[in-house]
């Protein structure tokens, strides 16, 4: 009896600590997704009390040639390609030397991390500052002429600017995974593959790199929700121009839905979106999860 009522305790202490959590995630992502899901069957603008029922008319015009959201999520699918590659190759170069002991280490680590604890806003802020009087002032110091270049004005190099800033900005929260991945190596096998002949660069390719499996999944899928994802920076940046060649997925559906009042379309949008997301960050999962079995 007493065994019953004690465990009879411990599931009810818990429920009820979990309860308060489970209810806060249902309020919070389940409902609002539940209620997307039927604003993206009506044509509402936020403010009627009734939305009008349209069935699946909101999806029809996306893939019946919808320019704009198919061209944001087409500049979103850019944007991640390019800082997925540039932000782990750029942390892992980094964490190599960051491993290593000389003088203030430490310093240079607090430093690229800096960045990533900064609000995603403010370092947009910051940045069209930079490119807009604080290139301007290097070039009358210097007289590098691609400093004076317009590079949130045109297309492809406000494209670049932003990704630039993406990965500037989060670049210190890879370097430290991929420091603690490298950290974790074991001593015992590095000083086995120099024993057996290994060059440095071949102990870091053919031991080091192969032991970095599961630092390379944490960062490469993280690094791909985070470009999938991206707002902040570009609403700061360019706020989606020049002409519109900067809006990702995720400004186009704020937009549709919180600038236009097209919050049916905007709803739609945002289903779409979603299914794009699960079905690419799964298949990277299991591609990287394979690998690392592989490995």
Known sequence: MTMTRRKRKEYLENVLYTLPAVVLVVMMMYVPFIMSGYYSLTEWNG?????RFLGFANFISLFSGDRAYMGAVTFTLKYTLFFVLLSNVLALALAVMLTKKFRFVNVF???FFIPYIMSMTIVGFIWKFIFTQGFAKLTELTGWGFLDWSWLG???LAFWAVAFVGVWQSLGFYIVLYIAGLQAVPEDVLEAAVVDGCSGRQKFFRVTLPL????FTTCIFMSLTNGLKVFDIILALTKGGPGG?????TL??????FTDNHYGLGSAEAIVYFLVVLVITQLVLRLMNRKEVAL
Do not use: D, F, M, N
Not at 252 to 257: D, F, G, L, N, R
């Open 47 to 51: 403010i009627s009390k009734e939305p």
């Open 109 to 111: 680590r607090g430093l």
């Open 154 to 156: 045109e297309p492809r």
């Open 212 to 215: 970095l499996g599961p630092s």
């Open 245 to 249: 060649s900067t809006y990702s997925a």
């Open 252 to 257: 186009q559906i704020y937009k549709v839905a």
